[in-house]
Every structure is written in structure tokens, then in C-alpha cells.
């Protein structure tokens, strides 16, 4: 069972890697051959492809070298250097998760409404939908611009844009989940002389919270995404988006490449942890895993 569950991550990850490297010395290359024939050189090509893996400012970072950036920013530093990728990581880590949790918030609310509520239901989920159509890279800077404004800055303008981003796939999915109780379960609860609120938490809530899980871990995701995004239009100082200004800035692709490496773990990290607590909850709950996927 494990071995079937890891073969083929492995095999996935094997192939990454070498098409990874490949590009490296494909884009690499051309640096290595133009430097070799202003000097007056000829250089093999099993010359060139040792040489574009220890590039200083390589067009694309081989994998090693990505690896060895991310040991020396997280091992090697204290975590409170401003040079280290965990006290960077903690930063944007912090906007995540105050993000997710208002927009986790805020989608639960919304859902309930526009299953309680014909008229929101017709006026208000068109418009979620279409909020979402806006780039976030567009209403960030404003965004980041209208709170500094009135003296709001640090933590909650970022948490705002990951909360913007990450309400949506919890609304949707709470109002799927909400609705998913059958006919025949309603009318029973009807038939008991049921309230509204009985009806939500005895029925309603229990079957909604596979759906409920299933969006946060797009939400958590997602909310990650809005928090670095949160961080580039202002010219951070802190954070995993202003490691990736700094690199950029700099012309240092390592740097940016093992913050954007840095990242997709966290993402993976924390859409695991929220897979692991639905599944929990869902076997306490008693739910089929067919139910819950």
C-alpha cells in the first residue's frame, strides 16, 4: 500500500528533476559558449555542462544549487537574520493564516445566507463569482495603497488580500455542502416541526463538513499565493515576496528560486495538515471516504 502510494510520487519527482537539469544546461549554456569565444576559446560540450551548474547568476538554477541556498537560509542562519528563509517564511506563514481564517470566515457566513436566502442567492453569488475575475495583481496595490493611507499597515493589508482571494472556494463549497442533504432528510426534519437553525446544525453542517475541508485546502493554498502577492507591490522588506524583489532586483536567481521552493513546500505543508484534520474529522464524523473525496 505505501509502496503504491510512493512509487509514483518518487517517479514524478526523479522525472523533475532530471528535466530540471536538463533545462539548466539547455538555458545555461549559451553564458558558457559566448564567455569561452570572447576569450578565444573552444569548450567542449562536456566542458559546458559542469560550468552551467556552478554559475553565480545562472538564467536557471540547477537543483543542487537551489538546495544548497534553502540549507544555508534556513540551517546555517539564525532565524531572526533578516537573511534567513524561516524568519521570512514565519512572516508571510503569519499573513496566510490570519487570511484563511477570516476568509474561511467570511465564506462560511456567505453560504449560509445564500442557502437561507432566495433573494442572496440570486444577487449576491453572481457577484462572488465576478470578484474573482479581477487580477489580484491589479487590486493588491490598491489595496495595499487605500490602508496605508489610513495608517493600517504590516500584517492585516496582506492577510486582507489573502482573505479576498481564499473566501471564494469556501463559499461555493459550503453552499454545495449545504445543499447536499436529500430531499427525503429535509422533509423527515420538516416532519419533526424543525427550525431553521435545527435544521443547519443538526443536518445541514454535519453534511457539509467533507465540502467544508475539500475547499480549505484549495483556500490554504491559495491564501499563501495572496499573502506574497501582498508583499510585492509595496517593496517588502520581510517576507517570501521580498526575497523574490531582492533576487530580482539583484539579478540573484538562486535566491529567487529557493524562495519559490521554500513556498511550494509551505503550500504542501499546510494543505496536508488541513487534508489530515478533515480525514480525522470525517472518520469521526463516520463519513464513507467516497463521500469525502
Same mark, same amino acid.
Given at each position: 500500500?505505501?509502496?503504491?502510494?510512493?512509487?509514483?510520487?518518487?517517479?514524478?519527482?526523479?522525472?523533475?528533476?532530471?528535466?530540471?537539469?536538463?533545462?539548466?544546461?539547455?538555458?545555461?549554456?549559451?553564458?558558457?559558449?559566448?564567455?569561452?569565444?570572447?576569450?578565444?576559446?573552444?569548450?567542449?560540450?562536456?566542458?559546458?555542462?559542469?560550468?552551467?551548474?556552478?554559475?553565480?547568476?545562472?538564467?536557471?538554477?540547477?537543483?543542487? /544549487?537551489?538546495?544548497?541556498?534553502?540549507?544555508?537560509?534556513?540551517?546555517?542562519?539564525?532565524?531572526?537574520?533578516?537573511?534567513?528563509?524561516?524568519?521570512?517564511?514565519?512572516?508571510?506563514?503569519?499573513?496566510t493564516l490570519l487570511g484563511f481564517v477570516m476568509g474561511t470566515a467570511l465564506g462560511v457566513l456567505l453560504a449560509v445566507g445564500i442557502v437561507h436566502s432566495r433573494v442572496?442567492?440570486?444577487?449576491?453569488?453572481?457577484?462572488?463569482?465576478?470578484? /474573482?475575475?479581477?487580477?489580484?495583481?491589479?487590486?493588491?496595490?490598491?489595496?495595499?495603497?487605500?490602508?496605508?493611507?489610513?495608517?493600517?499597515?504590516?500584517?492585516?493589508?496582506?492577510?486582507?488580500?489573502?482573505?479576498?482571494?481564499?473566501?471564494?472556494?469556501?463559499?461555493?463549497?459550503?453552499?454545495?455542502?449545504?445543499?447536499?442533504?436529500?430531499?427525503?432528510?429535509?422533509?423527515?426534519?420538516?416532519?419533526?416541526?424543525?427550525?431553521?437553525?435545527?435544521?443547519?446544525?443538526?443536518?445541514?453542517?454535519?453534511?457539509?463538513?467533507?465540502?467544508?475541508?475539500?475547499?480549505?485546502?484549495?483556500?490554504?493554498?491559495?491564501?499563501?499565493?495572496?499573502?506574497?502577492?501582498?508583499?510585492l507591490p509595496t517593496g517588502a522588506v520581510a517576507g517570501l515576496g521580498a526575497r523574490l524583489l531582492a533576487g530580482s532586483y539583484y539579478g540573484q536567481t538562486v535566491q529567487?528560486?529557493?524562495?519559490?521552493?521554500?513556498?511550494?513546500?509551505?503550500?504542501?505543508?499546510?494543505?496536508?495538515?488541513?487534508?489530515?484534520?478533515?480525514?480525522?474529522?470525517?472518520?469521526?464524523?463516520?463519513?464513507?471516504?467516497e463521500a469525502a473525496t
Open positions: 500500500m505505501i509502496r503504491s502510494r510512493i512509487l509514483p510520487i518518487l517517479t514524478v519527482v526523479v522525472a523533475i528533476i532530471a528535466i530540471w537539469y536538463g533545462g539548466a544546461v539547455l538555458l545555461n549554456a549559451p553564458f558558457e559558449y559566448d564567455r569561452a569565444e570572447r576569450a578565444g576559446n573552444e569548450i567542449a560540450f562536456s566542458q559546458v555542462v559542469p560550468l552551467t551548474m556552478a554559475q553565480d547568476r545562472p538564467v536557471l538554477p540547477a537543483p543542487h /544549487q537551489v538546495a544548497t541556498e534553502i540549507w544555508k537560509t534556513t540551517v546555517e542562519k539564525r532565524i531572526t537574520s533578516k537573511r534567513s528563509l524561516v524568519y521570512h517564511g514565519w512572516i508571510t506563514l503569519s499573513a442572496l442567492d440570486k444577487s449576491l453569488m453572481p457577484w462572488i463569482i465576478t470578484s /474573482q475575475t479581477i487580477p489580484i495583481l491589479a487590486i493588491a496595490p490598491m489595496i495595499i495603497v487605500v490602508l496605508n493611507s489610513v495608517g493600517i499597515t504590516g500584517l492585516f493589508p496582506k492577510a486582507l488580500i489573502s482573505t479576498y482571494l481564499s473566501f471564494f472556494p469556501v463559499a461555493v463549497g459550503m453552499v454545495k455542502g449545504l445543499r447536499s442533504p436529500e430531499a427525503m432528510h429535509l422533509d423527515l426534519m420538516k416532519t419533526y416541526n424543525s427550525s431553521r437553525a435545527d435544521v443547519l446544525w443538526k443536518l445541514r453542517w454535519p453534511s457539509s463538513v467533507p465540502f467544508l475541508f475539500a475547499s480549505m485546502k484549495v483556500a490554504i493554498a491559495i491564501s499563501l499565493v495572496g499573502a506574497i502577492v501582498g508583499e529567487i528560486w529557493s524562495a519559490l521552493i521554500v513556498a511550494a513546500i509551505m503550500a504542501a505543508v499546510l494543505v496536508t495538515i488541513v487534508g489530515v484534520i478533515g480525514a480525522w474529522l470525517n472518520r469521526r464524523m463516520g463519513v464513507r471516504p
